[in-house]
């Protein structure tokens, strides 16, 4: 079975930085590809990015581009997402999500989901 694990959401202040971070279980050969999402109340889930374990390749949605990076620990089975220049409209429910057999910001790709962490940012 895998897990997902996220770490790192809060609150944080416009103009701010924040990294999040999704530990993975049950890691396996067939593991390709993990993603970050995220969701407002009303409005439809959002890829942000995805990284390819083995290799990786990364995807960016074209509103986080030079202000979001993602990575990856494949020793620690970790992948961070880190977040700068943070807006208010960045504000919503981040998830992580895995086991997609690609690197896509589609979010039926994926099969398995993190609970989600909130990123309010706010003044």
């Known amino acids: 079975q895998l897990q997902l694990a996220e770490s790192g959401g809060g609150l944080v202040q416009p103009g701010g930085s924040l990294r999040l971070s999704c530990a993975t279980s049950?890691?396996?050969?067939?593991?390709?590809?993990v993603a970050w999402f995220r969701q407002v109340p009303g409005k439809e889930r959002e890829g942000v990015s995805c990284?390819?374990?083995?290799?990786?390749?990364?995807e960016y949605a074209d509103g986080v581009k030079g202000r979001f990076t993602i990575s990856r620990d494949n020793g620690k089975n970790t992948v961070y997402l880190q977040m700068n220049s943070l807006e208010p409209e960045a504000t919503a429910v981040y998830y992580c999500?895995?086991?997609?057999?690609?690197?896509?910001?589609?979010?039926?790709?994926?099969?398995?989901w993190g609970q989600g962490t909130q990123v309010p940012v706010s003044s």
């Open positions: 999500a895995a086991d997609g057999r690609r690197c896509s910001l589609w979010h039926r790709t994926y099969q398995f």
């Open positions: 049950g890691f396996t050969s067939d593991f390709y590809a």
């Open positions: 990284i390819s374990i083995s290799e990786g390749r990364t």
